[in-house]
């Protein structure tokens, strides 16, 4: 026998004898004994992953992607980006803002965002990654907990536990979902957290260093996801059931390494409260009733369990409403399963000191304890949502490797039976894949994802709200109304179905002949009031309606269909309709814009006309609607041009023409400047040009 191998043999007799003897460890306890071991199971992980997430890398943006990161303009500057990672909440909690309390999460996409504008695959890519090395910490945690209820080292648990971990299908809803980083985040550092913690409280060197960096890392995962506050209660478990073998003395002996981690939740609690004004859910608007989510969580924890058990029902928005009572048979049904649950656990105890039952109750504990913040009495917007278990699932992993390793590792378990456990155990893990995979590629298009969404709960008014947005933006204006009209028949009175399907209608009209397109206002006209009446509050659906009561004037008044009170009433209201909107959001260009032009085409009020174009004229464009500067300039120059001020015209229409330089309007309205300078040639050309650009779509 070689030296070197005495020597190998020596250090693993060694290491064994201070598994048996002692709690303490060095870093590389929490890895294989051989290097090449723990590469191996990365290497795998990270194939495993790629291989089921790699179709989606490409996908588009989808849901809360679009307000957090495509419209967010916090993260597209990096000037006073910390001013804009973490600032007080208003009233108005805007959704295209960073969410204040997560400021690491929009730090990561900032510099995404910095990297890749808003290509899609960084995004992705960065989700992905971090989800394996979630999968990496998990294997080297159950190489720990195994160690230390165990008494022995290996490889096998652990492995099996991060491969069901990083291939499971419920995963698919946050790695898939850009927004859902936050989850994938405060994993990480509170993983991380908990490895260095228990380094601190066991290990041997650098010691000094670990227990900061489970420190930075609480507060690192606290601030990618609120509901890493409970990290503190699991250290506490992890030291009561695994380091202190339910000895409380032991623990009292280790309460200076608690008493810190629960003074910095507290802290960031008190911060959060006195800041940011709540502690709850910061961006939810309309949370659901807390007696009723409460009621409904027993239902909510067992499909979790069923989806982590059997990937089946799995949907990226689960439409189901809050319970109305506890009598409801699967209501009152799951809080008897749940309480079975526990009084098992409570059997279980009685056999705690068994290294199996250890390793049970820790990770029921871990379950119960990471779904508290979301399935309890604080509610929130949404009574199932798979990213909620990501963290807690994790102990599902666990607990299925377990279920694997006990017989494969058994005394008395034969050969046969333990190639017959592996051969389950391998084609469970290739069936999560396989699962896994298809599930992911749904985020590959976001019609298929609101499609399943729909299939499974047709009465999901959001996910059908969703797909007509969709169909919408690819032109499929016969499938956006239909999904429109099933919003309007699920949820009658919300604005979002009335005034989509208005706007849809307003615009099929403008190409319409007379007589249907005063058919199509008939039905525009009260969609737009429905959504005004419902959503008071909104500038955008009064200056809607303001442009539909105009349209109606103008077409009625053309066709001879209107008395002349009827006419000045219905101005009336779509001037009413304008002012209404400028009021609700004086930053409103469009309205400025269109009052203006009301004014000088219907009433010659021309001096007013040139206050509302001047008020408007610094304020930014609709998104949708970027020549709005230029049409002010426009029609501001042909209001002076009225007033017979050649000079301040002239100005104007410069000014718009440099903003878009192929408008028919401006150069229509140069027309008549030079005719009235009596500019002939130039006026002219300006004619040219103007039926040039005539036939130009409208911008």
């Given amino acids: 026998m070689s030296k070197r191998t005495r020597t190998q043999q020596g250090t693993a007799v060694a290491r064994q004898q201070a598994l048996t003897n002692g709690s303490t460890m060095t870093p590389a306890d929490l890895l294989p004994g051989k290097w090449w071991v723990f590469l191996l199971v990365a290497v795998v992980l990270l194939a495993l992953t790629f291989g089921i997430y790699q179709g989606s890398l490409h996908g588009p943006f989808t849901f809360d992607d679009r307000p957090k990161i495509i419209d967010n303009p916090d993260i597209k500057d990096w000037q006073h980006i910390w001013a804009k990672l973490v600032y007080p909440y208003d009233a108005k909690r805007e959704m295209t803002r960073n969410d204040p309390s997560r400021p690491v999460v929009y730090l990561s996409f900032a510099f995404n965002y910095a990297l890749g504008k808003l290509d899609t695959f960084g995004y992705r890519l960065f989700n992905v990654l971090l989800h394996c090395l979630n999968a990496l910490l998990l294997f080297a945690c159950t190489r720990l907990l195994m160690r230390l209820a165990f008494k022995r080292e290996g490889w096998l648990f652990p492995a099996v536990a991060a491969a069901l971990f990083a291939i499971h299908p419920i995963c698919t809803s946050t790695v898939s979902y850009v927004f859902s980083r936050s989850d994938i985040l405060a994993l990480f ?13 066991t290990g041997k060197h650098l010691r000094f260093l670990s227990y900061p960096a489970a420190l930075v890392c609480f507060a690192l995962s606290f601030y990618s996801k609120q509901s890493a506050a409970t990290l503190p209660v699991l250290l506490l478990l992890f030291d009561l059931v695994l380091l202190s073998a339910y000895d409380w003395r032991q623990v009292g002996r280790r309460v200076g390494y608690h008493l810190p981690f629960w003074a910095l939740l507290v802290g960031m609690l008190l911060f959060r409260y006195l800041y940011f004004g709540t502690i709850g859910d910061l961006e939810a608007k309309t949370p659901l009733a807390a007696g009723p989510y409460f009621m409904t969580q027993g239902y909510s924890i067992v499909r979790y369990i069923q989806m982590i058990l059997a990937p089946v ?93 006990l017989p494969l590792c058994g005394k008395t378990c034969t050969k046969a039976a333990q190639v017959a456990f592996l051969c389950v155990a391998l084609l469970h893990i290739t069936l999560l894949t396989a699962l896994a995979t298809e599930r992911n590629s749904l985020y590959a298009d976001e019609v298929k994802l609101w499609k399943d969404v729909v299939e499974q709960y047709p009465k999901n008014g959001r996910a059908h709200m969703v797909l007509g947005n969709l169909y919408n933006e690819r032109k499929d204006e016969d499938k956006a109304i239909e999904e429109f009209e099933l919003v309007k028949e699920l949820e009658p009175t919300r604005p979002d179905a009335q005034g989509n399907l208005a706007s849809i209608y307003y615009k099929r009209g403008k190409t319409a002949a007379p007589n249907d397109r005063l058919e199509i206002l008939n039905k525009t006209i009260p969609l737009y009031q429905g959504e005004v009446r419902n959503n008071p509050s909104s500038s955008m659906a009064c200056s809607n309606l303001a442009n539909a009561l105009y349209a109606e004037y103008d077409l009625k008044t053309a066709m001879h269909l209107i008395t002349p009170d009827d006419a000045r009433a219905l101005l009336n209201s779509a001037i009413d309709a304008y002012r209404k909107s400028i009021a609700l959001h004086p930053q409103y260009a469009d309205a400025y ?12 009020r021309y001096t007013d006309a040139i206050e509302l174009f001047k008020a408007g004229l610094p304020l930014p464009p609709s998104p949708d609607k970027p020549n709005t500067d230029a049409k002010l300039r426009g029609n501001l120059g042909f209001a002076y041009l009225k007033l017979h001020n050649y000079a301040d015209a002239r100005t104007q229409l410069d000014a718009a023409l440099r903003l878009d330089p192929q408008s028919a309007d401006t150069y229509r309205y140069y027309t008549m400047l030079y005719h009235a300078l009596n500019e002939p040639e130039k006026e002219q050309a300006a004619r040219a040009k103007a039926e040039q650009y005539r036939q130009r779509p409208p911008a």
């Fill in 189 to 201: 550092f509170f993983l991380s957290s908990l490895l260095c913690f228990a380094h601190a409280v």
């Fill in 313 to 405: 029902g799995l949907c990226f928005d689960h439409g189901i409403s809050p319970a109305k009572s506890f009598a409801e048979p699967q209501i009152i049904g799951s809080w008897l399963l749940i309480a079975a649950a526990l009084v098992g656990l409570l059997l279980l105890g009685r056999r705690k000191q068994t290294p199996a039952a250890q390793l049970v109750i820790f990770y029921a504990g871990w379950f119960i304890i990471n779904l508290a913040p979301t399935s309890s009495f604080l509610p929130t917007t949404a009574v199932i949502v798979e990213n909620r278990v990501y963290i807690a699932g994790l102990a599902w992993a666990g607990l299925l490797a377990l279920c694997y390793y």
């Fill in 593 to 604: 814009y269109e009052l203006g032009t009301l004014y000088i085409a219907e009433q010659a």
